[in-house]
């Protein structure tokens, strides 16, 4: 079993920063792709990036490309998400997510692991 928790969210300007940082504990040499996904009110969870654990390859949403940065640590198991520029309609509750299988894209269906989410509001 694999348990993920999240830190980092809160209020700020837009065009402002965050970071939101996501810990797992368990049985994480299992885990191949590591993801943040966002869930604004009334709409369904989608993918913002994910990054793959041993080789570190990233793929992003095209509505954050060059403005957010996914990373893990040299323990391969925390990862963040460093969010810069941030608009209004980043607004959400954001999830990070993990899954044994590759990674495949941003899908959510791919990932079985899932943190409690935290609120980043712009």
């Known amino acids: 079993h694999v348990q993920l928790v999240e830190s980092g969210g809160g209020l700020v300007q837009p065009g402002g920063s965050l970071n939101l940082s996501c810990a797992a504990t368990?049985?994480?040499?299992?885990?191949?792709?590591l993801g943040w996904f966002r869930q604004a009110p009334g709409k369904e969870r989608e993918g913002v990036a994910v990054?793959?654990?041993?080789?570190?390859?990233?793929e992003y949403a095209d509505s954050v490309k060059g403005r957010f940065i996914i990373s893990r640590d040299s323990s391969k198991t925390t990862w963040s998400l460093q969010m810069n520029n941030l608009k209004p309609e980043d607004t959400a509750m954001y999830y990070c997510?993990?899954?044994?299988?590759?990674?495949?894209?941003?899908?959510?269906?791919?990932?079985?692991?899932w943190g409690q989410g935290t609120q980043v509001t712009v």
């Open positions: 368990g049985k994480t040499n299992v885990l191949n792709c």
């Open positions: 990054i793959t654990r041993i080789h570190g390859g990233t």
């Open positions: 997510a993990t899954s044994r299988a590759q990674c495949r894209g941003l899908d959510v269906a791919d990932f079985y692991y």
